[in-house]
């Protein structure tokens, strides 16, 4: 009689391999984001100054 196969061990590798991968995928995108030059992260938190146009302006 052949054997029977476990499909609770097979998902249980499955579900164990998904997770490492999904824990690497965010180690890598942690390392990228820690990466970046300070350069540029502070040209984002300044805000560029336009001229002020309210809305009665053409009135």
């Not at 054997?3 to 824990?23: H, T």
């Not at 990466?35 to 938190?45: E, I």
Request: charge should be positive.
């Amino acid at each position: 009689m052949a054997k029977k196969p476990n499909y609770s061990y097979e998902k249980r590798q499955k579900e164990l391999a998904k997770a490492k991968k999904k824990a690497e995928k965010l180690r890598q995108k942690q390392e990228r984001k820690d990466s970046r030059p300070d350069d540029d992260s502070s040209t984002q938190d300044e805000p560029e100054t336009a001229p002020a146009i309210s809305p009665d302006a053409d009135a």
